[in-house]
């Protein structure tokens, strides 16, 4: 059988966007299910656009998304040459020929056609120019382009989509090309196909914004008499207003990196991006990276476009509600062994990281992590809502502030009160520590909730969380009667 080979080709006009991430991500899986090879290739011919910038964005992209490859990367023009010479190679035998058209001639002409209503298109006028009369034209020192010569055919042009079905289009509806620019540089139709038959690409996996360039390039690997690759074309990532993505259009909400910075689990958001254009014919959403290559087939690649519905004014739900979805979901699952390095990494960056927790209390946070995730959204919520578990420098919100502390004046008493008698016990447990709140609120004659919701607030600066005393626990004697007999400076002045 001859191997499998893909690629993945982006522009470096830009940082890596879940459109060029998911049509990674599908290579990647095609690759892996068939035991083939997956190539990068950096398409920088747009040298105007093209940026080191961009290249080292898409490249921290892949890797945080953990997409690898077996060849690469390789950059288009250093195979510059190879264009060129295709190009020529295809002037020789006939099947292209040198067009010295004037730009305005023929901005001219496509203005006749849409006044007219008329087939847009180049009309040939330098198709048939004998050799003679394009040898003057170039004694002259007239510029001129190279475009392929499209077959005067019959019939129908077309390809097999392993997404789309038969593709056809009529020979007479596609124009002569431009294949070499009258600078001399090869056009991107060129340079993809020359790339594609040299590195043996067996199989090309792209968005369906490409078929325009598909159709053409049918040709190309006609005239250079190399085998058509199996066509995939995929659909399009729209917006909620069913907008194609895009740069410039939604800003960085649409790149990798706003995900990667915005703390998801870099496999959640894989698996949420293949559900992007992908099911698996049931109801499984959740998918190890070895069910996610077992489960993965072309042929259930969706032939319509997927919508991308992010959100820019809702705090939690800042993105798609199923990404947010998913990667809750492997907060909550994920081996916490495999989940702490992400954690660790944070907490790093916040400056709030302990050495010890990867020594003499790497127990400890473990078993904090599991405690708290629960309640989490993305990586970042360790350093945020559960800051206080790390750090004493956390903000109590406003909310619970208001609602379980501030709403009674008595409490600047009763939890110092509380911290003395938590200081008394040897045992400071669940149950040793729920016995004393209890018996406090009994002999204030006030409901327990007060004081634990009171706790909660002034502890860790949450309105919700754990259970209470689970927390405690956690926290620590020492830090827990410090934050409570502390809890004075949270009332106005007047009331102290």
């Known amino acids: 059988m001859t191997e499998t080979r893909l690629r993945f080709p982006p522009s470096p006009t830009g940082y890596l966007h879940i459109g060029g991430a998911r049509t990674a991500l599908y290579n990647w899986l095609y690759a892996k299910k068939t035991g083939g090879k997956l190539i990068l290739r950096i398409e920088d011919t747009d040298t105007e656009r093209s940026t080191d910038e961009s290249i080292k964005g898409i490249l921290e992209g892949l890797e945080w998304l953990g997409i690898t490859f077996d060849e690469g990367p390789y950059f288009q023009t250093d195979f510059t040459g190879e264009h060129i010479a295709a190009a020529q190679r295809l002037l020789a035998e006939g099947k292209a020929y040198k067009c010295f058209c004037k730009k305005e001639d023929l901005d001219a002409k496509r203005e006749a056609a849409l006044a007219a209503k008329a087939t847009l298109g180049y009309d040939r006028t330098c198709r048939d120019l004998t050799a003679v009369r394009v040898a003057e034209k170039e004694a002259e020192g007239l510029p001129y382009v190279v475009r392929f010569k499209v077959p005067d055919r019959t019939g129908m042009l077309g390809y097999d989509d392993k997404v789309l079905g038969r593709i056809e289009c009529s020979y ?22 020359v790339d594609d038959i040299r590195d043996r690409i067996t199989h090309i996996i792209r968005g369906q914004d490409h078929m325009t360039n598909t159709t053409r390039q049918v040709l190309l690997y006609e005239a250079l008499n190399a085998p058509l690759p199996v066509f995939a074309h995929i659909p399009l990532t729209l917006d909620t207003k069913k907008s194609k993505i895009s740069k410039r259009s939604h800003g960085e909400i649409v790149a990798v990196h706003f995900y990667r910075d915005h703390g998801f689990i870099p496999w959640a958001f894989n698996n949420f991006l293949v559900l992007l254009g992908w099911n698996p014919g049931n109801d499984q959403e959740i998918f190890s990276r070895e069910e996610l290559i077992e ?24 993105t798609d509600p199923k990404a947010i979805s998913i990667n809750e979901q492997y907060l909550r699952t994920m081996e916490i062994s495999e989940l702490a390095p992400m954690v660790q990494k944070v907490l790093e960056e916040e400056g709030i990281w302990n050495e010890a927790y990867a020594g003499a209390q ?31 420098d956390y903000v109590i919100d406003d909310k619970p502030l208001q609602k379980n502390v501030l709403k009674f004046d008595q409490l600047k008493v009763w939890l110092p009160t509380l911290a003395d008698r938590f200081e008394q016990l040897e045992s400071f447990d669940i149950e040793e520590t729920e016995r004393v709140a209890r018996e406090l609120a009994d002999e204030l004659e006030i409901k327990p909730g007060v004081l634990i919701n009171a706790m909660r607030t ?4 949450q309105l919700a969380g754990p259970s209470m005393f689970d927390i405690l626990v956690v926290i ?11 809890a004075g400076r949270l009332f106005p002045a007047a009331s102290l």
């Not at 509806?173 to 993809?192: A, H, M, Q, T, W």
């Not at 489960?295 to 800042?318: C, G, M, Q, Y």
């Not at 620590?476 to 502390?486: A, M, Q, T």
């Open 172 to 193: 007479k509806e596609v124009d002569d090309f431009v294949i070499l620019r009258s600078n001399g540089k090869p056009l991107y139709l060129l340079c993809n196909v």
């Open 295 to 318: 489960a993965f087939t072309l042929e259930r690649i969706n032939k319509s476009s997927a919508v991308f519905n992010f959100r820019k004014d809702d705090p939690k739900f800042f």
């Open 362 to 392: 790497k127990e400890w946070f473990f078993s904090t992590i599991a405690l708290i995730r629960d309640r989490f959204h993305t990586l970042k919520d360790f350093a945020s809502l559960g800051r206080a578990y790390f750090a004493d």
């Open 458 to 461: 002034v502890v860790t600066g």
């Open 476 to 486: 620590g004697k020492e830090k827990v009667v410090r934050r409570l007999r502390g």
